[in-house]
Nanobody
Framework: QVRLMESGGGSAQSGGSLTLSCVES????????MGWFRQAPGQEREPVAT????????YYADSVKGRFTISQDTTKNTVSLQMNNLRPEDTAMYYC???????????????????WGQGTQVTVTS
């Protein structure tokens, strides 16, 4: 059973930065695809970024391109999301997710991700 645990959420001012981390349960074989999704109150969950094959392939939602960077450290079973130039519309609960296929990463569709963390809140104030 894969377990994911997020950390690093919090509050930031508009233009600021935060880094989220997600640790996949030790002992589990690293998932082929890892990703970050977010859900704001009253909104549907949306993809943020995904990473596959230890970082060889990365995908980003248009809304975060150029501001967010996803990275992976397979030796530590960790995926990180560096968020720069934050905006109030980035405010949401951020979830780490693990998928079992490369296509999961490219399509960035939440129902193709099998395992989910409990989420970490990010709040950006103007």
């Amino acid at each position: 059973q894969v377990r994911l645990m997020e950390s690093g959420g919090g509050s930031a001012q508009s233009g600021g930065s935060l880094t989220l981390s997600c640790v996949e349960s030790i002992g589990a074989r690293p998932s082929i695809c890892m990703g970050w999704f977010r859900q704001a109150p009253g909104q549907e969950r949306e993809p943020v970024a995904t990473i596959a094959s230890g970082g060889r392939h990365t995908y980003y939602a248009d809304s975060v391109k150029g501001r967010f960077t996803i990275s992976q450290d397979t030796t530590k079973n960790t995926v990180s999301l560096q968020m720069n130039n934050l905006r109030p519309e980035d405010t949401a609960m951020y979830y780490c997710a693990a998928g079992t296929t490369l296509n999961s990463c490219a399509r960035m569709v939440d129902f193709e991700f099998t395992y989910w963390g409990q989420g970490t809140q990010v709040t950006v104030t103007s």
